[in-house]
């Protein structure tokens, strides 16, 4: 009678250490996973657009033209798009009346995205430099007088 008890305390005492580092761990994986930025860096382009959207989770996002283009096809090309969110309202604001300019925006990635934060793993918390964009080589050829 009395190993039996004793037997029994050994399980509930496993399972609760077992219940814990389980908890802990899963706590651990979304920390890192959704919370802690494994890369920062720069990004310079033009402004394509920003906009607030989301049906549950309102979320400001937004879309940067980088120059040059890649490919992920064997024989494609296509623009080289740098999309991210924005978590900061002002930043937001003004990144909204900036389309169409050349921006450098610093950002922190995740290893995943969060539906309150954003629809991407890329979030801009700076704006470093904002100008106009240069004036295309055919907006800068002057008009052929016609005689």
Same mark, same amino acid.
């Not at 920390?31 to 549950?56: A, D, S």
């Not at 992920?72 to 002002?90: H, P």
């Given at each position: ?56 989770? =309102?979320? $400001?996002? +937004?879309? #940067?033209?980088?120059? /040059? ?38 950002? =922190?990635? $995740?290893? +995943?995205? #969060?539906?309150w934060r /954003? ?7 700076e704006i ?12 800068s050829v ?6």
């Amino acid at each position: 009678m009395e190993g039996n008890r004793t037997t029994r305390r050994g399980l509930k005492k496993f399972r609760n250490i077992l219940i814990a580092v389980v908890i802990v761990g899963l706590g651990l994986f979304v920390g890192i996973r959704f919370y802690y930025p494994f890369g920062e860096g720069v990004k310079t382009g033009q402004l394509n657009f920003v906009v607030y959207k989301g049906i549950i989770f =309102k979320t $400001y996002e +937004g879309r #940067l033209i980088q120059t /040059g283009f890649r490919s992920d096809a064997t024989g494609g090309i296509q623009s080289n798009e740098f999309n991210f969110s924005i978590t900061d309202k002002d930043i937001a604001e003004k990144l909204m009346t900036a389309g169409g300019q050349i921006v450098e925006l610093r950002y =922190k990635e $995740y290893f +995943g995205a #969060l539906p309150w934060r /954003g629809y991407s793993k890329f979030i801009v918390d700076e704006i470093i430099n904002m100008g106009p964009a240069p004036a295309s080589s055919i907006e800068s050829v002057p008009p052929v007088d016609p005689q």
